[in-house]
């Protein structure tokens, strides 16, 4: 089973659309969680880290579960340059950080 | 400005000829490592260095090198590359300060192709 596992997508949404990624993670040892933007080509960059109490930057909501173990992204108001692969990244006590396969978000007119 | 470059970005090359991708932050982070990127993989760290002389192998080490001998270089040495190694490579740094909390700057990326 991989450590972290995510839905690819693509996900095909409307602008104005909300859409929430969901992402799965198999260590219960996990300590630290974060989501990334990448963008085709381009080198991934950090969108938000996940805290505990959940956290909202903007239009975009992080969560955790971790009775569950999984963490979630909410995107409110899709525009069109939301569209990209978003990562989730999950660190335990090594230093070797675990990244999801990526969801592709597609936002149309 | 504050990046993490890495050389060549593009790359064709033969099976078995040496090669070298530098990667170089102007960040003084003390953590460094190295990625592979390949479709439906998604991004697998090859080498990671928690500071100058320490280097230690990450999810996918074989058939690659790596050197840290001075705090911002951190280049990757494929001694014999084979066809296999194809990928689009990245290279990032972060702080060690808190590792765990603090986010990695990606160069923007080598793309490979070894024939």
Redesign the interface.
């Known amino acids: 089973r991989k450590e972290v596992e995510q839905d690819p997508g693509p996900f095909n949404v409307p602008e104005g659309a909300t859409v929430a990624f969901n992402c799965t993670y198999s260590n219960s040892a996990s300590q630290s969680f974060f989501w990334y933007r990448q963008d085709c080509r381009k080198e991934p960059k950090l969108l938000m880290s996940v805290y505990s109490s959940g956290n909202e930057d903007g239009r975009f909501t992080a969560q955790l579960n971790r009775a569950s173990q999984y963490i979630s992204l909410l995107i409110r108001d899709s525009k069109l340059s939301d569209s990209a692969t978003y990562l989730c990244v999950v660190m335990g006590g090594s230093y070797i950080p675990t990244f999801g396969r990526g969801t592709s978000l597609i936002v149309h007119p | 400005e504050a990046q993490v470059t890495q050389n060549p970005r593009y790359l064709i090359t033969v099976t078995g000829k040496k090669l070298t991708v530098t990667c170089s932050q102007n960040m003084n982070h003390e953590?460094m490592s190295w990625?592979r990127q390949d479709p439906?993989?998604?991004?697998?760290?090859i080498y990671?260095s928690?500071n100058v002389e320490v280097t230690?192998k990450?999810?996918v080490p074989e058939g690659y090198k790596v050197s840290r001998k001075e705090k911002r270089n951190f280049p990757l040495i494929l001694e014999s590359p084979s066809p296999n190694q194809t990928s689009?490579y990245?290279c990032a740094s972060s702080s060690r300060d808190s590792?765990?909390?603090n986010?990695?700057f990606?160069?923007?990326?080598t793309r490979l192709t070894v024939l």
Do not use: C, H
């Open positions: 953590y990625y439906g993989l998604g991004l697998r760290q990671y928690m230690d990450g999810d689009l990245f590792i765990s909390y986010e990695q990606f160069g923007p990326g």
